[in-house]
């Protein structure tokens, strides 16, 4: 046999090969994967909802979206917020945030940055404690705003992180399009008649030692 048909050979069962056992490794990974990543969005409602002991799902479908809507309610099975992912693209890839807010529509009670790829040392500050603690109390009405190198001047401002404002505009930006289609399509009333539905399939209760 041609020596270079034979490394050909050799070459294509050794990517075979290789493509199988990534395979299987992947596919025994994959439920772990998902497991954390549970654990991860569990662990980050009651954060933004730290008033919550449990919570209910709500899903609605908005436009070609599926959009989900966590109610926090307390010990007594009351709402005490809704919590709800915001996705969008930031400088370098996808940011994920978990968004905590009152059940008035007005105010965030908090963040929690579940994903981002922004450059180290500058755009991947948008998940330290410093930059998410801005967004504790901030107002929402008429649109969360970023101002650079000064203090926030209004109740709907937070600071931007100096050398990287466009991913801090990503983060507000994320927040004012999940939040409008919150304000828009989960109406207070509709919120706080789930809160008292039985908890769906998927809701957790909060454990001991879960946020702080």
């Known amino acids: 046999m041609n020596k270079v048909v034979k490394m050909v050979l050799n070459l294509v069962v050794i990517g075979v090969?290789?493509?199988?056992?990534?395979?299987?490794?992947?596919?025994?990974?994959?439920?772990?994967?998902?497991?954390?990543?549970?654990?991860e969005l569990k662990e980050a409602i009651f954060l933004v909802l730290p008033e919550a002991k449990d919570y209910?799902?709500?899903?609605?479908?908005?436009?070609k979206e599926k959009f989900t809507v966590y109610i926090g309610v307390d010990a007594a099975g009351e709402p005490v917020g809704v919590a709800f992912k915001a996705d969008g693209g930031g400088f370098q890839g996808n940011i994920a945030i978990m968004v905590g807010m009152g059940l008035d529509y007005l105010k965030l009670k908090g963040i929690k940055v579940l994903e981002q790829l922004e450059?180290?040392?500058?755009?991947?500050?948008?998940?330290?404690?410093?930059?998410?603690?801005?967004?504790?109390?901030?107002?929402?009405?008429?649109?969360?705003?970023?101002?650079?190198?000064?203090?926030?001047?209004?109740?709907?401002?937070?600071?931007?992180?100096?050398?990287?404002?466009?991913?801090?505009?990503?983060?507000?930006?994320?927040?004012?399009?999940?939040i409008a289609k919150v304000v828009s399509s989960?109406?207070?009333?509709?919120?706080?008649?789930?809160?008292?539905?039985?908890?769906?399939?998927?809701?957790?209760?909060?454990?001991?030692?879960?946020?702080?």
């Not at 109740?155 to 399009?177: C, D, E, F, K, M």
């Open 119 to 178: 450059t180290p040392g500058l755009g991947n500050r948008i998940s330290e404690p410093a930059f998410e603690g801005q967004f504790k109390g901030v107002d929402v009405r008429p649109k969360i705003e970023y101002i650079k190198n000064r203090k926030p001047e209004k109740p709907n401002q937070i600071q931007a992180i100096t050398g990287a404002t466009i991913s801090s505009n990503a983060v507000v930006t994320n927040l004012n399009n999940a």
């Open 56 to 63: 209910r799902t709500v899903e609605k479908t908005i436009g």
């Open 186 to 212: 989960f109406p207070v009333d509709e919120i706080r008649k789930a809160a008292h539905e039985p908890k769906r399939e998927g809701a957790g209760k909060k454990e001991a030692g879960d946020g702080k």
């Open 17 to 39: 090969l290789s493509g199988v056992i990534l395979s299987g490794v992947f596919h025994a990974a994959d439920p772990l994967i998902q497991a954390n990543r549970e654990k």
